[in-house]
T-cell receptor, first 114, second 112 residues
Framework: AQSVSQHNHHVILSEAASLELGCNYSYGGTVNLFWYVQYPGQHLQLLLKYFSGDPLVKGIKGFEAEFIKSKFSFNLRKPSVQWSDTAEYFCAASFSGGYQKVTFGTGTKLQVIP | NAGVMQNPRHLVRRRGQEARLRCSPMKGHSHVYWYRQLPEEGLKFMVYLQKENIIDESGMPKERFSAEFPKEGPSILRIQQVVRGDSAAYFC??????????FGPGTRLTVL
């Protein structure tokens, strides 16, 4: 079955530390990949997306993600986190089809300590 | 351009009552999606609608749940005879085509 996995459920970092959140998917065909962020009390916002082309995708607020097809992965990275990055991060994917029915991972709660 | 709007933001119902959740897509968006987020879980797809049509309802429970997106007005997710297990956050998303989805703030349903 098509699925998205996030293995880190809760991550705590100090400001300026580097961040990498893992995301894997299971599907052998064409996949579109997303990272969404949900700040406390706010709705989901798209951080970045990958549809095709350069597997290194840059998003908003200094985030980037790399699509590694051989590893079925789409990890999210940021070189130096800030307190304002405290939020929940969701990896998501849509699998080949005529529309974008999105499957979400369970989310990773990131807490950045000043 | 206002974002996706959902109301109410919080809804409390007693077991057996009906819950109606509304979603107004962004202007110009004709695709609407509903997702449910149970505690400690990711968002789960429920249903995808275009104006007046249900395209995919594979994620909807077979009973008590229904959705519509009429020609005029918001999309409605209706849950009849709610049970405690229906307590969750319900998110709506809209898109102008079949690519990026824009999410609303969600409706938190609590069933007492």
């Amino acid at each position: 079955a098509q699925s998205v996995s996030q293995h880190n459920h809760h991550v705590i970092l100090s400001e300026a530390a580097s961040l990498e959140l893992g995301c894997n998917y299971s599907y052998g065909g064409t996949v579109n990949l997303f990272w969404y962020v949900q700040y406390p009390g706010q709705h989901l916002q798209l951080l970045l997306k990958y549809f095709s082309g350069d597997p290194l995708v840059k998003g908003i607020k200094g985030f980037e993600a790399e699509f590694i097809k051989s590893k079925f992965s789409f990890n999210l990275r940021k070189p130096s986190v800030q307190w304002s990055d405290t939020a929940e991060y969701f990896c998501a994917a849509s699998f080949s089809g005529g529309y974008q029915k999105v499957t979400f991972g369970t989310g990773t709660k990131l807490q950045v300590i000043p | 351009n206002a974002g996706v709007m959902q109301n109410p933001r919080h809804l409390v119902r007693r077991r057996g009552q009906e819950a109606r959740l509304r979603c107004s897509p962004m202007k110009g968006h004709s695709h609407v999606y509903w997702y449910r987020q149970l505690p400690e879980e990711g968002l789960k797809f429920m249903v995808y609608l275009q104006k007046e049509n249900i395209i995919d309802e594979s994620g909807m429970p077979k009973e008590r749940f229904s959705a519509e997106f009429p020609k005029e007005g918001p999309s409605i997710l209706r849950i009849q005879q709610v049970v405690r297990g229906d307590s969750a956050a319900y998110f709506c998303a809209s898109s102008p085509d079949t690519n990026e989805q824009f999410f609303g703030p969600g409706t938190r349903l609590t069933v007492l």
